[in-house]
Protein backbone atom coordinates (compact mmCIF):
# COMPACT_ATOMS: atom_id res chain seq x y z
CA UNK A 1 0.00 0.00 0.00
CA UNK A 2 0.97 3.65 -0.87
CA UNK A 3 -0.72 5.54 1.96
CA UNK A 4 -1.81 7.82 -0.44
CA UNK A 5 -5.09 8.42 1.97
CA UNK A 6 -2.85 8.92 4.99
CA UNK A 7 -4.57 11.88 7.21
CA UNK A 8 -7.75 11.97 5.64
CA UNK A 9 -10.73 11.92 7.26
CA UNK A 10 -13.57 9.15 6.54
CA UNK A 11 -16.98 7.89 6.89
CA UNK A 12 -18.11 4.29 5.27
CA UNK A 13 -21.53 3.51 6.01
CA UNK A 14 -22.53 -0.21 5.12
CA UNK A 15 -19.39 -0.62 6.52
CA UNK A 16 -20.11 -4.02 8.72
CA UNK A 17 -20.03 -6.08 5.51
CA UNK A 18 -20.00 -6.54 1.87
CA UNK A 19 -18.64 -3.29 -0.87
CA UNK A 20 -18.96 -1.07 2.68
CA UNK A 21 -16.40 -3.15 4.77
CA UNK A 22 -14.06 -3.70 1.75
CA UNK A 23 -13.72 0.06 1.43
CA UNK A 24 -12.99 0.60 5.32
CA UNK A 25 -10.88 -1.57 5.09
CA UNK A 26 -8.70 -0.24 2.04
CA UNK A 27 -8.74 2.89 2.94
CA UNK A 28 -7.34 1.72 6.51
CA UNK A 29 -4.63 -0.16 4.75
CA UNK A 30 -4.34 3.57 2.71
CA UNK A 31 -3.47 5.13 6.23
CA UNK A 32 -7.15 7.13 6.91
CA UNK A 33 -8.32 7.58 9.69
CA UNK A 34 -12.08 5.56 8.96
CA UNK A 35 -15.53 5.92 10.94
CA UNK A 36 -17.82 2.86 10.04
CA UNK A 37 -21.57 3.01 10.27
CA UNK A 38 -23.99 0.34 9.95
CA UNK A 39 -27.97 -0.57 10.88
CA UNK A 40 -25.96 -4.03 11.89
CA UNK A 41 -24.93 -4.25 15.23
CA UNK A 42 -22.12 -6.30 13.64
CA UNK A 43 -20.52 -2.89 13.35
CA UNK A 44 -19.04 -3.07 16.62
CA UNK A 45 -17.07 -6.00 16.19
CA UNK A 46 -15.85 -5.12 12.33
CA UNK A 47 -14.58 -2.12 13.71
CA UNK A 48 -12.30 -4.04 16.23
CA UNK A 49 -11.36 -6.42 13.70
CA UNK A 50 -9.96 -3.75 11.26
CA UNK A 51 -8.79 -1.21 13.45
CA UNK A 52 -11.32 1.93 12.82
CA UNK A 53 -11.44 4.79 14.54
CA UNK A 54 -14.99 4.32 15.70
CA UNK A 55 -17.98 2.09 14.76
CA UNK A 56 -21.20 3.35 15.27
CA UNK A 57 -24.56 1.87 14.49
CA UNK A 58 -26.81 3.99 12.31
CA UNK A 59 -29.69 4.41 10.86
CA UNK A 60 -29.46 6.06 7.76
CA UNK A 61 -33.07 7.03 7.33
CA UNK A 62 -32.82 9.39 10.97
CA UNK A 63 -32.01 12.46 10.13
CA UNK A 64 -30.69 13.79 13.46
CA UNK A 65 -29.12 10.28 13.74
CA UNK A 66 -27.03 11.16 10.67
CA UNK A 67 -26.44 14.87 11.35
CA UNK A 68 -25.29 13.44 15.06
CA UNK A 69 -23.15 11.60 13.73
CA UNK A 70 -21.53 13.67 11.43
CA UNK A 71 -21.42 16.69 14.21
CA UNK A 72 -19.40 14.40 16.13
CA UNK A 73 -17.17 13.33 13.34
CA UNK A 74 -16.32 17.15 13.13
CA UNK A 75 -16.22 17.45 16.60
CA UNK A 76 -14.14 15.11 17.84
CA UNK A 77 -12.15 14.73 14.38
CA UNK A 78 -11.79 17.94 13.63
CA UNK A 79 -13.17 17.41 9.86
CA UNK A 80 -14.37 14.77 7.27
CA UNK A 81 -12.93 14.54 4.55
CA UNK A 82 -14.26 11.49 2.76
CA UNK A 83 -17.64 10.33 3.09
CA UNK A 84 -18.57 6.58 1.15
CA UNK A 85 -22.47 6.00 1.25
CA UNK A 86 -22.55 2.20 0.54
CA UNK A 87 -25.85 1.34 2.60
CA UNK A 88 -28.90 -0.27 0.95
CA UNK A 89 -31.71 -3.12 0.57
CA UNK A 90 -32.37 -5.00 -2.02
CA UNK A 91 -35.86 -6.81 -2.35
CA UNK A 92 -37.50 -8.12 -5.51
CA UNK A 93 -40.77 -8.13 -6.78
CA UNK A 94 -42.72 -8.21 -10.11
CA UNK A 95 -43.84 -4.49 -10.65
CA UNK A 96 -47.42 -5.79 -11.02
CA UNK A 97 -47.55 -7.46 -7.24
CA UNK A 98 -44.96 -4.94 -5.19
CA UNK A 99 -46.46 -3.38 -2.28
CA UNK A 100 -46.76 0.49 -1.70
CA UNK A 101 -44.75 -0.50 1.41
CA UNK A 102 -42.37 -2.46 -0.68
CA UNK A 103 -41.40 0.79 -2.84
CA UNK A 104 -41.34 3.06 0.22
CA UNK A 105 -38.64 0.98 2.27
CA UNK A 106 -36.19 0.64 -0.87
CA UNK A 107 -36.50 4.14 -2.22
CA UNK A 108 -36.44 5.59 2.10
CA UNK A 109 -33.10 3.30 2.38
CA UNK A 110 -31.82 3.17 -0.82
CA UNK A 111 -32.38 6.74 -1.96
CA UNK A 112 -33.92 9.09 0.94
CA UNK A 113 -30.97 8.29 3.30
CA UNK A 114 -28.36 8.90 0.67
CA UNK A 115 -29.59 12.25 0.37
CA UNK A 116 -29.78 12.43 3.79
CA UNK A 117 -25.89 11.58 3.97
CA UNK A 118 -24.26 13.86 1.38
CA UNK A 119 -26.21 16.73 2.96
CA UNK A 120 -25.04 16.23 6.12
CA UNK A 121 -20.97 15.85 4.73
CA UNK A 122 -21.40 18.48 2.51
CA UNK A 123 -21.40 20.63 5.30
CA UNK A 124 -18.43 20.61 6.97
CA UNK A 125 -16.59 19.69 3.74
CA UNK A 126 -17.92 23.19 1.95
CA UNK A 127 -16.86 24.64 5.39
CA UNK A 128 -13.61 23.90 5.37
CA UNK A 129 -13.39 24.00 1.02
CA UNK A 130 -12.64 20.21 0.27
CA UNK A 131 -13.74 16.63 0.49
CA UNK A 132 -15.06 13.57 -1.68
CA UNK A 133 -18.40 12.19 -1.96
CA UNK A 134 -18.30 8.25 -2.87
CA UNK A 135 -21.93 6.93 -3.48
CA UNK A 136 -22.68 3.08 -4.16
CA UNK A 137 -25.01 2.98 -7.12
CA UNK A 138 -25.78 0.00 -9.33
CA UNK A 139 -25.78 -0.63 -12.91
CA UNK A 140 -29.22 -1.45 -12.57
CA UNK A 141 -29.47 1.98 -11.77
CA UNK A 142 -28.14 2.52 -15.51
CA UNK A 143 -30.09 -0.80 -17.64
CA UNK A 144 -33.03 -1.96 -15.17
CA UNK A 145 -33.96 -5.59 -13.97
CA UNK A 146 -36.75 -7.33 -13.62
CA UNK A 147 -38.62 -7.98 -10.64
CA UNK A 148 -36.72 -4.63 -9.12
CA UNK A 149 -38.27 -2.00 -10.36
CA UNK A 150 -37.98 -0.23 -6.87
CA UNK A 151 -34.34 -0.91 -6.31
CA UNK A 152 -33.22 0.26 -9.55
CA UNK A 153 -35.33 3.78 -9.48
CA UNK A 154 -33.74 4.36 -6.55
CA UNK A 155 -30.02 3.82 -7.99
CA UNK A 156 -31.34 5.27 -10.94
CA UNK A 157 -31.81 8.23 -8.51
CA UNK A 158 -28.42 8.36 -6.39
CA UNK A 159 -27.07 8.01 -10.05
CA UNK A 160 -28.36 11.70 -11.01
CA UNK A 161 -28.55 13.28 -7.25
CA UNK A 162 -24.76 12.37 -7.46
CA UNK A 163 -24.48 14.44 -10.37
CA UNK A 164 -26.55 17.07 -9.91
CA UNK A 165 -24.64 17.64 -6.69
CA UNK A 166 -21.37 17.35 -7.89
CA UNK A 167 -22.29 20.44 -10.47
CA UNK A 168 -23.27 22.55 -7.06
CA UNK A 169 -19.91 21.75 -5.26
CA UNK A 170 -17.08 21.13 -7.80
CA UNK A 171 -16.19 25.23 -7.97
CA UNK A 172 -16.08 24.82 -3.86
CA UNK A 173 -13.67 22.00 -3.32
CA UNK A 174 -15.83 19.37 -3.02
CA UNK A 175 -15.65 15.93 -5.43
CA UNK A 176 -19.10 14.12 -5.86
CA UNK A 177 -18.72 10.64 -7.50
CA UNK A 178 -21.00 7.50 -8.31
CA UNK A 179 -19.77 3.69 -8.05
CA UNK A 180 -22.22 1.65 -10.17
CA UNK A 181 -21.50 -2.16 -9.44
CA UNK A 182 -22.50 -5.29 -11.26
CA UNK A 183 -23.72 -7.84 -9.06
CA UNK A 184 -21.27 -8.71 -6.06
CA UNK A 185 -21.00 -11.78 -3.85
CA UNK A 186 -22.23 -9.89 -0.70
CA UNK A 187 -24.64 -10.94 2.10
CA UNK A 188 -27.34 -8.34 0.17
CA UNK A 189 -27.15 -10.56 -2.70
CA UNK A 190 -27.23 -13.99 -1.05
CA UNK A 191 -30.68 -13.24 -0.55
CA UNK A 192 -31.69 -12.84 -4.13
CA UNK A 193 -33.77 -15.81 -5.95
CA UNK A 194 -31.09 -18.31 -7.27
CA UNK A 195 -32.47 -18.54 -10.34
CA UNK A 196 -32.15 -14.65 -11.48
CA UNK A 197 -28.58 -15.28 -9.92
CA UNK A 198 -27.90 -18.32 -12.51
CA UNK A 199 -29.54 -16.08 -15.46
CA UNK A 200 -27.81 -12.98 -14.65
CA UNK A 201 -24.15 -14.49 -14.54
CA UNK A 202 -24.97 -16.33 -17.95
CA UNK A 203 -25.48 -12.62 -19.23
CA UNK A 204 -21.63 -11.46 -18.06
CA UNK A 205 -19.23 -11.29 -20.51
CA UNK A 206 -16.91 -12.41 -17.45
CA UNK A 207 -19.28 -15.03 -16.41
CA UNK A 208 -19.11 -14.15 -13.16
CA UNK A 209 -19.85 -11.80 -10.20
CA UNK A 210 -17.62 -9.54 -9.10
CA UNK A 211 -15.92 -9.15 -5.45
CA UNK A 212 -16.08 -6.76 -2.34
CA UNK A 213 -12.60 -6.04 -2.84
CA UNK A 214 -12.64 -5.80 -7.00
CA UNK A 215 -14.94 -2.71 -6.19
CA UNK A 216 -12.70 -1.17 -3.35
CA UNK A 217 -9.88 0.05 -5.03
CA UNK A 218 -12.23 2.21 -7.28
CA UNK A 219 -13.22 3.91 -4.07
CA UNK A 220 -9.56 4.61 -3.55
CA UNK A 221 -9.00 5.88 -6.70
CA UNK A 222 -11.88 8.42 -6.64
CA UNK A 223 -10.96 9.94 -2.61
CA UNK A 224 -7.61 10.20 -3.56
CA UNK A 225 -5.30 13.04 -4.66
CA UNK A 226 -4.31 13.31 -7.39
CA UNK A 227 -5.74 9.60 -8.64
CA UNK A 228 -9.20 11.58 -7.97
CA UNK A 229 -8.57 15.23 -8.77
CA UNK A 230 -10.60 15.40 -12.21
CA UNK A 231 -13.15 12.60 -11.04
CA UNK A 232 -16.40 14.77 -10.63
CA UNK A 233 -20.27 13.40 -11.63
CA UNK A 234 -18.66 10.31 -12.93
CA UNK A 235 -20.27 6.97 -12.53
CA UNK A 236 -17.58 4.21 -12.25
CA UNK A 237 -18.48 0.84 -13.56
CA UNK A 238 -16.91 -1.95 -12.26
CA UNK A 239 -19.93 -4.43 -13.34
CA UNK A 240 -18.24 -7.58 -15.14
CA UNK A 241 -18.97 -5.75 -18.26
CA UNK A 242 -23.13 -6.18 -17.82
CA UNK A 243 -23.24 -2.19 -18.78
CA UNK A 244 -20.87 -0.59 -21.16
CA UNK A 245 -22.27 3.07 -21.79
Known sequence: MTGILRGRRALVTGAASGIGRAIASAYLAEGATVTLADRDHRVTAVTDEVGARRGVILDATSEPEVDALVARMVDEDGGLDILVCSHGILTQSPTVDMSTEMWRETIDIDLTSVFLCNRAALRPMLAQGAGRIINVASQLG????????????????????????????????????????????????????????????????????????????????????????????????????????
Open 142 to 245: IKGGVSLAHYAAAKAGVIAMTKSISLETAGRGVLVNAIAPGPIETPMVEGIDDGWKRDKRAELPLGRFGRPEEIAPAAVLLASDPGGNLFFGQVLGPNSGDVMP
